[in-house]
Every structure is written in structure tokens, then in C-alpha cells.
T-cell receptor, first 114, second 110 residues
Framework: DGGITQSPKYLFRKEGQNVTLSCEQN?????MYWYRQDPGQGLRLIYY???????QKGDIAEGYSVSREKKESFPLTVTSAQKNPTAFYLC?????????????FGQGTRLTVV | DAKTTQPNSMESNEEEPVHLPCNHS???????IHWYRQLPSQGPEYVIH???SNVNNRMASLAIAEDRKSSTLILHRATLRDAAVYYC???????????FGGGTRLMVKP
């Protein structure tokens, strides 16, 4: 089945460690996105990529890094510079630029700093 | 980015229609109106979107005011599985992001 897969579903990290969240899609979508969601809040954009080897910062990019070496993959690294990393992280993709196109979301990764 | 305003929560009875309102008074001519919903601990799911005309699909209907300053998502017969947070979002045509607000938490009573 076509879709967008995030792994792992739950992730625990010790303070001071970097951690990488995986996002893979087999929808042949050009654009991919990373969002962060805190309890009871809406989603906030971290990074997005419109095409391979290109990505742009969203509203809350500090303490995060991404890469887009393949069309299917858009991993997110939460670095030790991110002061409050505990959150629900969501990856999405879309055929092209948004507007008259919907986004497809993964099931999320819940990151907890212990 | 143009903002949307939605009620924090709404209640509905099962098998009754639900009308979820959204105000977007600063909408521009190139903004599409999108609706997504999110079940607990899951990623958002696309529901419907439109530009000027009303839209129908298998999940819902979208009614857009003539001046486009407001819209209403219509669930024709609410089920318990429709209990979720519903987000109304404006998406600029050929834009590069969806800006999510707080959404409306829909509770469905059996």
C-alpha cells in the first residue's frame, strides 16, 4: 500500500543526545514536511523540502536538522541544542506545492527526553 | 499568513448532522480552504478542501460563504469514529506549508 511511514512510534532520549526520526514515503511525492505538536496544541512547522537536496526552515527550526538525499526519505535529527524536545513529531508529504493539493501525514513519533 | 478562528469544542449526537464553523476574514484570493482532522495520538487526516464553490466528497461537505470570509464543514451523519480535532486551514496556492491553529474538538455522544 502507498503511504508515509514514520519510525519508531515511541523514542526515548537522554538529555544531551542527538536522535534521528525516520520518515519514508512511497507516494512519489516531491514535497515533504516535519511538524511538531505539543499536548493540546496545533502543529508547528519545523522544516520542509520541495525537492531532493533542497530544504527550508519552518517556524521552529532551531535545534533541528534534516537531509533530503532521496525523494522517498526525509529524516529529522533532534540535536542536543533543542532545549525542549519532548513532543509528538509528524511527517507529511504532498504531490507538489500546497494549495489545491492535500498533504498526507504519517502516524507520528512520540519523543520523550528522560 | 491568513488566520482562521474556530470554536474550541463542539458536541453532537450520533447519527445527527454536524456543522463545524470556521472564520477566515483575512483570506486572500489565492487561499484554498482545507480541513483536516486528527484522532488522538494519530497524524492528521485530510478531509476536504475548496476555493470558492461548495465541495462534496465521501467524508464530508464544505460550504463556503459567498464572500469567502467563512466556511462550514458538514458531517452528514456523525458517528463515534468522527470524534476528533478538526482543523480549518488556509493554504496559499503553490504555497509550501499548512499553518495549523488550535482546531475544534468534536465530541460525539451515543
Amino acid at each position: 500500500d502507498g503511504g508515509i511511514t514514520q519510525s519508531p512510534k515511541y523514542l526515548f532520549r537522554k538529555e544531551g543526545q542527538n536522535v534521528t526520526l525516520s520518515c519514508e514515503q512511497n507516494l512519489n511525492h516531491d514535497a515533504m514536511y516535519w511538524y511538531r505538536q505539543d499536548p493540546g496544541q496545533g502543529l508547528r512547522l519545523i522544516y520542509y523540502s520541495q525537492i531532493v537536496n533542497d530544504f527550508q526552515k519552518g517556524d521552529i527550526a532551531e535545534g533541528y536538522s534534516v537531509s533530503r538525499e532521496k525523494k522517498e526519505s526525509f529524516p529529522l535529527t533532534v540535536t542536543s541544542a533543542q532545549k525542549n524536545p519532548t513532543a509528538f513529531y509528524l511527517c507529511a508529504s504532498s504531490m507538489g506545492l500546497l494549495g489545491n493539493t492535500e498533504a498526507f501525514f504519517g502516524q507520528g513519533t512520540r519523543l520523550t527526553v528522560v | 499568513d491568513a488566520k482562521t478562528t474556530q470554536p474550541n469544542s463542539m458536541e453532537s449526537n450520533e447519527e445527527e448532522p454536524v456543522h463545524l464553523p470556521c472564520n477566515h476574514s483575512t483570506i486572500s484570493g489565492t487561499d484554498y480552504i482545507h480541513w483536516y482532522r486528527q484522532l488522538p495520538s494519530q497524524g492528521p487526516e485530510y478531509v476536504i478542501h475548496g476555493l470558492t464553490s461548495n465541495v462534496n466528497n465521501r467524508m464530508a461537505s464544505l460550504a463556503i460563504a459567498e464572500d469567502r470570509k467563512s466556511s462550514t464543514l458538514i458531517l452528514h451523519r456523525a458517528t463515534l469514529r468522527d470524534a476528533a480535532v478538526y482543523y480549518c486551514i488556509l493554504s496559499v496556492n503553490a504555497g509550501n506549508m499548512l499553518t495549523f491553529g488550535g482546531g475544534t474538538r468534536l465530541m460525539v455522544k451515543p
